[in-house]
């Protein structure tokens, strides 16, 4: 299958007030393949949002490039100029933030702000067929009366329906990519439920990488898994390689912190500890502290990638150097 998206050893930190980078993204390596939907999961804080931000070129003053590439297409996003980001942005790779609130303008009525999409990057369009467009694509996500709602502003919508604006701004230009972050988190199940039946139907038409805490929607939405811990890619697989067959300590911990309706009363599993501050890290392996099997090269010295199938890697000094 064709490569959509390569993250080549890509690594990056932020400058603290003092000047010191602090490496977050450590040799990122995963890609995302034409027409497949691709689920980014780790703990709050392990650099899921920065991985987005890097795609899109998004990423705050104070972060720092520091060596790999992102090649969408064959071409390295990080050698392109801001003019070319901006065409590339909402055309060919568009994103879902994880604050829809904060990502709408709040003095602009929704029609203008998703016609403002179209105006950009389909010029060949006059006012009656965006408007005509964007109507169209609010009733694609759900959104009762869009004539009437066009002309509303986003704290007239519920959260739930905000969210479904987004995704409407996100793919009115129908983009190969899409990236959500996080795009149910807030919502209620029955909503929940409304927005990743339309996350599934716009998969069919192109990539998805969908960030997210919540293992089951991955099962339900992903083809392909990466396991983010602090800023590294711990493991990475299909769907079934990953669910049935986890190898890293800490996919094996997400993993057995699912809640399950067969589960009780019996106390929910978490894996001890949390995730450190990028100023914090282990030289080793980063997981190292919060690990139940760590023995002492964990902590000192990076484990290399171990290829278990074609899709299947884990970074992991277990079952190299123990033995030895
Ligand atoms: N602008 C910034 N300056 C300094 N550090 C930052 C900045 N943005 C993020 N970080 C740090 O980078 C790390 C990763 O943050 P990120 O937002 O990518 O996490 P996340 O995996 O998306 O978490 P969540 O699941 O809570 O959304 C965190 O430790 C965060 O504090
Ligand atoms: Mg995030």
Redesign the pocket.
């Known amino acids: 299958m064709p490569k959509l998206l390569e993250f080549r050893n890509f690594s990056m930190g932020?400058?603290?007030d003092d000047g010191t980078v602090?490496n977050?993204l450590n040799n990122v390596t995963f890609d995302i393949e034409e027409g497949r939907a691709v689920g980014?999961v780790?703990?709050?804080?392990?650099?899921?949002?920065?991985?987005?931000?890097s795609v899109m070129r998004l990423?705050?003053?104070?972060?720092v490039i520091q060596g790999g590439k992102i090649i969408y297409r064959g071409q390295n996003l990080l050698k392109k100029t801001d003019k070319e980001m901006e065409d590339i942005r909402g055309k060919d790779v568009a994103m879902i933030f994880?604050e829809p609130m904060t990502s709408l303008n709040p003095v602009l009525n929704i029609g203008f702000q998703i016609g403002e999409v179209l105006k950009k990057h389909r010029p060949d369009m006059n006012e009656e067929q965006i408007k005509n467009a964007v109507t169209n694509q609010l009733e694609l996500v759900g959104i009762p009366s869009p004539e009437k709602r066009l002309k509303q502003y986003p704290h007239q919508f519920s959260g739930g329906m905000r969210q479904r604006v987004m995704i409407a701004m996100a793919t009115i230009c129908q983009p190969d990519l899409l990236i959500a972050?996080?795009p149910t988190t807030a919502l209620d199940v029955t909503i929940q439920a409304q927005v990743l039946d339309i996350m599934n139907r716009l998969k069919d038409k192109g990539s998805l990488m969908l960030?997210t805490?919540n293992l089951g929607v991955v099962a339900e939405i992903c083809n392909d898994v990466v396991v983010?811990y602090?800023?590294t890619v711990v493991e990475k697989g299909s769907m079934d390689e990953i669910f049935d067959n986890p190898c890293h300590p800490y996919t094996k911990g997400l993993m057995a912190a699912i809640p399950t309706l067969s589960s009780g009363k019996e106390e929910l599993y978490s894996i001890p500890g949390t995730?450190?501050?990028?100023n914090k890290f282990s030289a080793g392996c980063r997981f190292a502290d919060r690990c139940s099997q760590y023995f002492d090269l964990c902590q000192d010295k990076v484990p290399p990638t171990r290829q278990l199938s074609a899709s299947h890697y884990v970074q992991c000094w277990l079952d190299f150097e123990r033995r030895e």
Do not use: Y
């Open positions: 932020f400058k603290d602090h977050l980014i780790g703990e709050s804080g392990c650099g899921k949002s920065v991985t987005n931000l990423l705050p003053r104070s972060a994880q972050d996080e960030v805490h983010m602090a800023g995730v450190p501050l990028s």
